[in-house]
């Protein structure tokens, strides 16, 4: 036989709407089957979206989820689609809880699978093994796992065909447990269902890590993935199939749908006996001969583009899975609300990005026009709301001065922005950066307000790395560069007072950001800083700026992440503690 073709849904699935993945997913079966394949694969959760989080503990939609999956092996008859083998990713349940240790606490009643269906019926399921319990994952705490591994015995014609393995995302990265038991099995075929968020250089792990598996277990693994926002995650697809010799067979393009359709040419099944905690079940290959296929194997962009892809794509399925047509953000003429409107732009189109200047008293010319002239550039909307007569009373009433009066006036913005946003329906974009959100160097309640932080874990020289690009990424397309160079070049300011830039109390950000990837990202001490030959009274002052804003992080936007160490989930620490250093 054993030729098999392979399609690989790489979808983008809205959690809860278990209709329209379900639209997705017999759209793919279709595609899938004009095109000659054997077998649709589907990412992990693929009819429920992902991650699901606690309404894993909901009974109702667990309900809901199995209704949807239980009914579409007679959809995809009724679609002349009943012999196509079809493996879709979903939760089950709900199932007794389970308990933890002696505790009597009722915990898991789901459980994370992958249903075979063929002929109009499920003919069989997997349950995911290993259950994260770090970074962003908490399926440890939602899910029971299973013990057994799946293989497909497919045969065509009366032939005995290929056997062919399916395990789920995690199950693929730890050692032991059903990856170890692949070729023990005998198998010729690995399925990895997966929801693998983008992280930067991700890729240097993920492709290494499949291919290692690929030898292993001596298999062919065809790898898919989600592709998507879906609230801070970003998931980038870049589905792909590798055989054991490391050979890329098929590889998908990031950040978008795409079926990648792959013929491969595993080992045939064998005859020996099936190992402990291994099902098999037997599955039909299509008879009929589907002609050559065209190899499908996407180039990867280099990093920054990548990177700016996914921050594009986070920001639009955030704006339109949750309904909004439109976004609205302060532009101050500086970098940060620059690469904000940028992103906005190319995520929604520049026709649904708002922008207002909210010059006061202390912004400078070059300021207002660079504002000016990025508005220009990009087409967005734009307006301008002078703040100095809204300030002027309450700042005199008051009696304000200091910080006090500069906080007011960004204060003052964040109204203006929230106001408009009541009035037109539009999402408020914050514009802050990683660097500004580690040290608190923004305006709880006033620069700070929005719903959405679009550069929430880009540090600041990152985001001018980022400005940099897009602007000879345009130029090399013949488009107009959509940031002013005077934005980029210029020295970083708040203009919150007379002559004022960010490093009259900061150090330079080169500086700033080698402490912040120390002390956040690697969870380094501040001896450990120290020991790296930086300063001790700038380790000093930076970390406590870190841990004394942590009340400011909990209250802030959400926004992409797009780095091993967001703020947010990666990384959570007490707001009321005393460091020790």
């Known amino acids: 036989m054993p030729r098999l073709r392979l399609a690989l849904s790489q979808a983008n699935p809205l959690v809860g709407d278990f209709d329209g993945n379900i639209e ?23 009819v429920s979206g992902y991650p699901i989080e606690d309404l894993a503990a909901q009974p109702s939609f667990l309900r809901a989820a199995r209704s949807a999956v239980d009914a579409l092996p007679a959809r995809l008859v009724a679609e002349g689609l009943g012999d196509l083998v079809v493996i879709v990713g979903h939760p089950d349940g709900p199932f007794e809880p389970r308990l933890l240790g002696t505790s009597n606490a009722p915990t898991a009643i789901a459980q994370n699978c992958a249903s075979v269906i063929q002929g109009g019926a499920i003919r069989a399921r997997y349950v995911k093994h290993h259950l994260p ?9 939602i899910f029971v796992p299973g013990d057994e591994l799946l293989v497909l015995r497919i045969g065509r014609n009366g032939a005995a065909g290929v056997d062919v393995a399916v395990i789920i995302c995690e199950d693929l990265w730890r050692d032991g ?7 023990d099995a005998d ?7 997966n929801a693998s968020p983008y992280e930067r250089d991700k890729d240097e792990v993920r492709l290494p890590l499949v291919t ?3 030898t292993e277990t001596d298999t062919i693994v065809a790898y898919v993935n989600i592709v998507g926002g879906q609230d801070d995650l970003v998931f980038d697809g870049d589905s792909v199939v590798v055989d054991g010799d490391g050979t890329i067979l098929g590889r998908a393009p990031q950040f978008v749908e795409h079926l990648l359709v792959v013929d491969v040419d595993p080992a045939p099944a064998g005859n020996g006996d099936l190992p402990a905690n291994v099902t098999r079940v037997a599955v039909t290959a299509r008879s009929d001969d589907p002609g050559q296929l065209a190899k499908d194997v996407a180039v990867l962009p280099d990093d920054r583009e990548q990177l700016w892809n996914a921050l594009v794509l986070g920001l639009r399925d955030y704006v339109r899975k949750n309904g909004f047509r439109s976004v609205i953000l302060g532009l101050s003429g500086g ?11 190319d995520a929604l189109g520049a026709e649904n990005v708002y922008g207002i200047s909210m010059p006061s008293q202390w912004s400078s010319e070059g300021s207002r026009t660079d504002a000016d002239d990025l508005a220009e550039r990009i087409g967005l909307h734009y307006s301008v709301e002078a703040i100095a007569d809204l300030v002027s009373p309450v700042e005199t009433q008051l009696k304000l001065d200091g910080v006090a009066a500069e906080n007011l006036q960004a204060r003052i913005r964040g109204i203006i922005l929230m106001a408009r946003s009541n009035m037109d329906g539009h999402l408020v974009l914050t514009t802050g950066n990683k660097t500004e959100l580690a040290v608190g160097y923004s305006t709880i309640y006033g620069d700070s307000a929005g719903g959405f932080a679009p550069i929430k874990d880009v540090p600041k020289m990152l985001v001018w790395e980022l400005a940099t690009w897009r602007n000879e990424h345009a130029a090399a397309n013949g488009e107009t560069p959509p940031i002013p160079e005077n934005s980029i070049t210029k020295p970083p300011s708040a203009e919150l007072r007379p002559d004022q830039t960010d490093q009259d109390t900061l150090p330079p950000y080169e500086l700033l950001d080698d402490i912040l990837e120390a002390y956040v990202s690697k969870r380094l001490g501040r001896e450990d800083i120290i020991a790296l030959g930086i300063d001790r009274a700038t380790v000093e002052f930076v970390c406590k700026l870190v841990d004394r804003s942590e009340w400011k992080r ?4 959400i926004g992409p992440k797009v780095s091993g160490m967001a703020f947010g989930r990666d990384r959570r620490l007490p707001i009321t503690s005393r460091p020790a250093g």
């Open 24 to 46: 997705k997913i017999v759209a793919a079966a279709h595609e899938a089957w004009n095109r000659g394949s054997d077998l649709l694969l589907t990412g992990e959760m693929a």
């Open 133 to 141: 319990n770090y970074s962003v994952f908490d399926e440890y705490r």
């Open 177 to 183: 447990g059903p990856v170890a038991r692949v070729l």
């Open 187 to 193: 198998a010729g075929l690995l399925l990895v269902l």
């Open 212 to 214: 290692r598996r690929a």
């Open 335 to 345: 970098i940060d609300s620059s690469v904000c409107a940028a992103i906005a732009a």
């Open 554 to 557: 909990r209250q802030g936007a």
